[in-house]
């Protein structure tokens, strides 16, 4: 799971963030509005955490710009104390949940959770850890790769990917998308990663004897298929 913060109180970010990853999602925090729907339109988060006053674009503006553009995102916003009329405002521009400022980490988390059910990937399991896609489980909690009794652990790079590629089942995912959602905009350095990840993943899957194969689109990327015969090239 991907999470963007846009908050522009560096110690709130900072906090929220340090919720997230103890937590186990990854994430990233803007300060800025308009670096933030700069973000958001990369197109590679699972949620969005929105401020309403914000320097350069407030939180209203970039939800309805993000919503018109068609972004599905979801998106809380986070509304400062007693503005009744923010909440109103931002469920009216399409945010689909609001968390007024102080809250506490429960508060968030159960929210976060609340809103990644509702969306395409959808964790279960006892603790909400566990993403069942084909013929396989990742655990969230354990970084652990499963088909029937037989696992693998994955690291946290080999995670980030499955994941996104086990939350997209049967898309394709463009190798410039993963690589921004795996390792950042700043590492350029690893975009060439991904095909060395893929070659990881697929070993892991082997072993594991699962049936859902990562498959090769020539020149595009590539997408999470469950084995009807085509081999995986
Ligand atoms: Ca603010």
Same mark, same amino acid.
């Given at each position: 799971?991907?999470?963007?913060?846009?908050?522009?109180?560096?110690?709130?970010?900072?906090? @929220?963030?340090?919720? $997230?990853?103890?937590?186990?999602?990854?994430?990233?925090?803007?300060?800025? *509005?308009?670096?933030?729907?700069?973000? @958001?339109?990369?197109?590679?988060?699972?949620?969005?955490?929105?401020?309403?006053?914000?320097?350069?674009?407030?939180?209203? %503006?970039?939800?309805?710009?993000?919503?018109? !553009?068609?972004?599905?995102?979801?998106?809380?916003? =986070? &509304?400062?104390? #007693?503005?009744? !009329? %923010?909440? @109103?405002? +931002?469920?009216?521009? +399409?945010?689909?949940?609001? $968390? &007024?400022?102080?809250?506490?980490?429960? !508060?968030?988390?159960?929210?976060?959770?609340? /809103?990644?059910?509702?969306?395409?990937?959808?964790?279960?399991?006892?603790?909400?850890?566990?993403?069942?896609?084909?013929?396989?489980?990742?655990?969230?909690? &354990?970084?652990?790769?499963?088909? +029937?009794?037989? #696992?693998?652990? =994955?690291?946290?790079?080999?995670?980030?990917?499955?994941?996104? $590629?086990?939350?997209?089942?049967?898309?394709?995912?463009?190798?410039?998308?993963?690589?921004? /959602?795996?390792?950042?905009?700043?590492?350029?350095?690893?975009?060439?990663?991904? #095909?060395?990840?893929?070659?990881?993943? /697929?070993?892991?899957?082997?072993?594991? *004897?699962?049936?859902?194969?990562?498959?090769?689109?020539?020149?595009?990327?590539?997408?999470? !298929?469950?084995?009807?015969?085509?081999?995986?090239?």
């Amino acid at each position: 799971m991907k999470i963007l913060v846009v908050e522009d109180e560096k110690e709130i970010a900072d906090g @929220i963030q340090a919720i $997230l990853r103890q937590e186990g999602y990854e994430s990233d925090a803007v300060y800025d *509005g308009e670096e933030g729907l700069d973000y @958001i339109r990369t197109d590679v988060y699972d949620l969005v955490l929105l401020d309403v006053m914000l320097p350069g674009m407030n939180g209203f %503006d970039i939800l309805k710009t993000a919503k018109r !553009e068609g972004f599905k995102v979801p998106v809380i916003m =986070l &509304t400062a104390k #007693s503005m009744t !009329e %923010d909440k @109103i405002k +931002g469920l009216d521009c +399409g945010a689909d949940d609001y $968390l &007024t400022k102080p809250f506490d980490s429960g !508060e968030l988390l159960a929210r976060i959770r609340a /809103r990644l059910r509702g969306s395409g990937g959808a964790f279960s399991g006892a603790n909400g850890n566990q993403l069942s896609v084909y013929d396989i489980v990742l655990d969230q909690s &354990t970084y652990k790769l499963s088909h +029937g009794d037989k #696992s693998v652990k =994955l690291s946290h790079k080999e995670y980030q990917f499955m994941e996104y $590629l086990m939350m997209n089942k049967g898309v394709i995912l463009t190798r410039d998308t993963i690589a921004t /959602r795996v390792w950042g905009f700043d590492d350029e350095g690893d975009y060439n990663n991904t #095909s060395v990840y893929v070659s990881f993943l /697929r070993k892991k899957l082997k072993f594991i *004897g699962a049936k859902a194969s990562i498959v090769t689109k020539k020149d595009v990327g590539y997408s999470l !298929e469950s084995d009807d015969g085509k081999e995986a090239t």
